[in-house]
């Protein structure tokens, strides 16, 4: 049986950590607020983005002077697995899952003969995965020093992406982030980004027949880029609600797990401070009866 | 016949205006172009420049960058990678456009396509006239 000095520095030691994940639950529902006006300011240019992208690839796609981002290289050999996740840990299961669904996709891949590249964007994703598949490895981005994500660091990330595209390097890129449902729920996503697949977007429905300056391929080819970072950026956003999110419910879980512990422990001092004293009780009357 | 339409300013980052504008001068990428009421639907590719709108509550300035503008009938939006209002624009801004367009110029230089090479030295002088035109 632990003696009372023991069980409290327990009961102290425990109430620190209940401190200290009690101020990041705290800190992270800050962030989380700032996080998603962030993610909810992108929306309107994603939305209206994709929905011309839509009708301009229905309209310019199936002939053979599309764009190579849109059409593809014609095969799908090679692919280039962006895995973005947080640069820090202690958020539950945000980055773990993110790991495990990239994980399962190039397993899958692999087994059926192609070749996978990956490109992570974050320490802890680049962490969880280096064990299975490190040697795939071509890229990493940091975005430890980033304060506040802004849309330079999606176009950093595109840029790279896409002069490995123009080299040659891969046929199908598809990007690994979680979408933000609400603060318990997150879900590991994977989206395909090379070729553009705009076929789950509803295009323009105004029914307008619009004219184009210069030209319909003209002005997809200067979009498809923009869309490459467009998407980085949204799933950029997206996971840094869904980091806060996870971080927050997860320290909330172990301030609630702390003050049990600490319950349970005092139960167990006081118990055991009784038993010393009715110990010493018993120690006294014995001997004050011997006499 | 209306005489205003729903004008729609959006960055990624954020969404700068949205507002009722009676005319808009976009810096199409075959020319600056004013769209207003009941224009005919276009949809247009950004240079860089100054995009002016006039609404009856007043005119406002903004600088644009990458992007395009869709001309519906009744509304218009213009998405740009990066928008800045007028008078928010530093001298810093302007620089980065300006290395922009004299590093596109140089890429052009190399090749032997002489129409790249005079765009991006008009947009190279564009630029360094939008300096002027804003005193900094």
Do not use: W
């Not at chain 1, 980091?243 to 003050?259: F, H, K, P, V």
């Not at chain 2, 869709?70 to 209002?85: M, R, T």
């Amino acid at each position: 049986m632990p003696n009372l000095k023991d069980l409290k520095n327990r009961i102290e030691s425990v109430k620190s950590t209940r401190k200290i994940t009690k101020a990041m639950q705290m800190v992270a529902a800050a962030k989380l607020r700032r996080a998603q006006e962030s993610a909810e300011a992108s929306r309107p240019y994603t939305a209206r983005f994709n929905a011309v992208m839509a009708g301009l690839a229905a309209s310019v796609g199936g002939s053979d002077s599309a764009p190579k981002l849109l059409r593809g290289t014609g095969s799908d050999d090679v692919h280039l697995l962006v895995v973005m996740t947080a640069e820090r840990g202690l958020c539950g299961g945000f980055n773990s899952n993110i790991a495990k669904l990239a994980r399962a996709k190039a397993y899958e891949l692999k087994a059926k003969g192609k070749t996978v590249k990956i490109l992570t964007v974050g320490k802890k994703g680049r962490d969880a995965i280096k064990r299975d598949y490190g040697d795939l490895f071509v890229g990493h981005v940091d975005l430890s020093e980033v304060k506040r994500l802004g849309y330079s660091n999606a176009q950093d990330i595109a840029k790279d992406v896409l002069s490995r595209f123009d080299a040659g390097e891969f046929d199908v890129a598809t990007i690994f982030y979680s979408k933000f449902v609400n603060v318990v729920s997150q879900i590991p996503t994977a989206q395909q980004i090379i070729p553009a697949s705009f076929e789950d977007i509803e295009g323009d429905d105004s029914g307008a027949v619009f004219d184009y300056e210069p030209s319909e391929e003209a002005i997809l080819a200067d979009l498809l880029p923009k869309g490459v970072a467009t998407a980085i950026f949204s799933g950029l956003l997206e996971n840094g609600a869904s980091e806060q999110g996870a971080r927050m419910s997860a320290m909330d879980n172990a301030t609630r797990n702390a003050g049990e512990m600490i319950d349970k422990l005092t139960i167990q001092f006081n118990r055991s401070r009784q038993a010393v004293i009715t110990n010493e009780l018993i120690e006294i009357i014995s001997g004050a009866e011997a006499l | 016949m209306a005489n205003t339409m729903q004008f729609d300013l959006v960055s990624p980052e954020r969404s700068l205006a949205s507002l009722s504008a009676t005319a808009v001068q976009i810096p199409g990428a075959d020319g600056d172009m004013t769209a207003m009421p009941d224009h005919a639907p276009t949809i247009t590719t950004l240079r860089p420049g100054l995009l002016k709108v006039e609404a009856p509550e007043g005119s406002s300035e903004y600088l644009v960058t990458g992007g395009f503008a869709q001309i519906n009938g009744d509304s218009l939006s213009v998405l740009a990678e990066k928008a800045i209002p007028v008078a928010e624009v530093t001298r810093a801004h302007l620089d980065e456009l300006i290395e922009d367009a004299r590093a596109s110029h140089e890429a052009a230089k190399g090749g032997d396509d002489q129409t790249i090479v005079d765009d991006a030295a008009k947009l190279l002088a564009d630029m360094e006239a939008l300096g002027t035109h804003m005193s900094l």
